[in-house]
């Protein structure tokens, strides 16, 4: 059985089409080195809500796009402490 490769943009075009599938994934909050700070899994995933970001010439904010998923489980992984408890430091 082959697994296909589909993007974020792919997937999430998928619900406004009615073609959405439940996919497995990850959502990592990088640092401002952009190494992983904080990881996150879910499982069985898909796209519920997003709402785009609000666009102003003259300002100077982020832009900003929110993804509300349903999922049917979601873990934290302490990539973090095993990395620290791989070089002996502790956190």
Same mark, same amino acid.
């Given at each position: 059985?082959?697994?296909?490769?589909?993007?974020?943009?792919?997937?999430?075009?998928?619900?406004?089409?009615?073609?959405?599938?439940?996919?497995?994934? !990850?959502?990592?909050?990088?640092?401002?080195?952009?190494?992983?700070?904080?990881?996150?899994?879910?499982? $069985? #995933?898909?796209? %519920?809500?997003?709402?785009?970001?609000?666009?102003?010439?003259?300002?100077?904010?982020?832009?900003?796009?929110? !993804?509300?998923?349903?999922?049917?489980?979601?873990?934290?992984?302490?990539?973090?402490?095993?990395?620290? $408890? #791989?070089?002996? %430091?502790?956190?």
């Amino acid at each position: 059985m082959s697994r296909i490769s589909q993007s974020g943009w792919d997937w999430l075009s998928g619900f406004g089409d009615g073609t959405v599938k439940r996919m497995d994934g !990850l959502v990592m909050l990088l640092d401002s080195h952009h190494l992983p700070h904080n990881v996150w899994a879910f499982k $069985r #995933a898909f796209p %519920v809500k997003f709402v785009g970001p609000t666009m102003n010439a003259l300002g100077k904010e982020v832009a900003v796009e929110k !993804l509300e998923l349903a999922h049917e489980g979601l873990w934290q992984l302490s990539i973090l402490k095993q990395g620290a $408890r #791989a070089l002996g %430091v502790s956190l």
